[in-house]
């Protein structure tokens, strides 16, 4: 690949020669979230119709979906670290009210869930992966429900975290520590990356990694950074990482 971006300023005290391993974020950081769950609600949305058209028509009032999702987290404080949970039970709350199968949650879950792997990769993913997973191993860390294999990444990793299946999520210190410890390392060790301040700068910090903050978004560039402990890095894009790493080495 081509490094041709160079990186914001961080605090200017990232320490390369520290970096045995790479922590990623998958959402945000990899491709673009949204884009990828309004087109898994759509899928979802059309098979309702084929098969619960009462929840379907329940949906599309205003304010219902928001209302229900805000309900099943109130109820099921337990799932806050699991998004598929969640969703799952929104759906079944949303086929009880409209007088349906509640049966019929799983089906319809697993329908928005195939589609919610379907991800559209920025374009800068795949070469950073390439060059990043040749220099270090990288690891998978997510507070979101995409499965590295599932969505086409997988190969890159030596290992992958999400809250749901380890049971806790970021920016609590477990899920960075066992990340690092997958690959006989300890959290100094790692260098993570994320595009969530408080999730994953602050987390990462907290835990004793290094932490590189992706700021896709040219108006954040410009937020005052109100969270204490910068991050060791500022970048506009992973291109931008692989040329800040290339060039301390």
Sequence with gaps: MTLETPALAGDGGLDVKRIQAISLDLDDTLWP???????????????LLREAPKTAELLLTPGVLRELREATARERSDLAHDLSALRRESIRAALTRAGEDPALAEP???????????????????????????????????????????????????????????GSGKPHAPIFRAAAASVGLLPRDVLHV?????????????????????????????????LGARPQLIVPNLHALCMALDGAR
């Design 33 to 47: 979230i949204w884009p990828t769950i309004e087109r898994a609600e759509r899928v979802l949305h059309a098979w």
């Design 108 to 166: 319809a879950f697993d329908t928005f869930f195939a589609e919610r792997q379907r991800v559209e990769l920025y374009d800068d993913a795949l070469p950073a992966l390439k060059w990043l997973s040749e220099r270090y191993p990288l690891v998978a860390i997510s507070n979101g429900n995409a499965d590295v294999h599932r969505t086409g990444v997988g190969r890159w990793f030596r290992s992958a975290f999400n809250a749901r299946e380890f």
């Design 194 to 226: 994320g595009d969530d301040a408080a999730l994953d700068v602050v987390g990462a910090l907290d835990c004793g990694m290094q932490a590189a903050w992706l700021v896709r978004n040219a108006d954040d560039e410009r937020t005052p950074w109100t």
